[in-house]
């Protein structure tokens, strides 16, 4: 009988370490070895923004560009996330980036030496998972903000569609409320200039729903006197029903702080 012995560790708990900072699990994440994307990627891509960001920006894996740089969205895509920041009012400098899967996943062109991105699998998201978690237990973002259909299915569940519910505050254990809203690659993959300039102005619509939805949170959660002034629906929750992805418990040691 031949035993299969498997390469890779299929997650990366083990190399997360003990009592977790965002720097020690940073510095951790530049050896993961979890599974077999490390043999592409030029480097890990962790994520970046302040410790005490109120909002995360989770995104699918790095591109071409971001694994050349060890820095998450800095490429094409984070041009246009940058933009569609500034215009629905969300200060970029203040916002924490990352993705569900830190390493790249590309496949060589057919007629070209160029990398094209490859979706990277559930085994891999899964195996990736650990330093997500420990980002968001480290960070205590008030909002996640998922990015695609990668990332949005990665904290809402399988069955979640962008599509269908982008841009409400959905229930989540993880953060006061999730908001998913396409990717902005996808936004640059549209087919025409009037397909894009329409996808890029329903990104811009969902980011200022997140700054209305936090702005008035702050309101709710002003001292005594001050007026709160946030609509119903402005509050309002959505619960995904069987959403659960969410719902797995975070790194002990990094619960509650901030
Ligand atoms: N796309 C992503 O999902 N993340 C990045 O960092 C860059 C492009």
Not at 70 to 86: E, Q, S
Request: proline residues 7%; positive net charge; glycine residues 8%.
């Amino acid at each position: 009988m031949v035993t299969r012995v498997k390469p890779y560790a299929e997650s990366a708990a083990p190399y997360v370490p003990e009592r977790p900072t965002l720097e020690k699990v940073r510095a951790a994440a530049t050896g993961c070895k979890a599974c077999w994307l490390w043999t592409l990627g030029t480097q890990t891509v962790f994520g970046e923004g302040p410790r005490q960001a109120d909002v995360m920006f989770v995104g699918e894996q790095p591109g071409d560009q971001e694994d050349k740089a060890g820095r998450p969205f800095v490429g094409p895509a984070g041009k246009l996330l940058d933009r569609a920041l500034d215009e629905a009012g969300i200060d970029r400098t203040t916002v924490y980036v990352t993705n569900a899967v830190k390493h790249f996943k590309w496949e060589r062109g057919e007629r070209s030496t160029r990398r094209i991105h490859k979706k990277p699998n559930d085994a891999e998201i899964r195996a990736c998972r650990p330093w997500l978690d420990s980002e968001i237990a480290l960070v205590r973002p008030r909002v996640i903000i998922t990015l695609g259909a990668t990332a949005s299915q990665a904290l809402l569940g399988k069955q979640f569609r962008v599509t269908k519910d982008r841009g409400k505050p959905i229930a989540s254990p993880l953060a006061e409320a999730i908001f998913a809203t396409v990717h902005p690659s996808a936004v640059l993959r549209a087919p025409d200039a009037a397909a894009r300039a329409l996808a890029e102005k329903e990104l811009i619509a969902d980011l200022t729903k997140v700054a209305r939805y936090l702005r008035a949170r702050s309101r709710q959660a002003a001292p005594r006197g001050a007026r709160a002034t946030a609509t119903r629906s402005e509050r309002r929750v959505t619960k995904i029903p069987g959403g659960r992805a969410g719902s797995r418990e975070l790194p002990m040691a990094a619960r509650g702080r901030r």
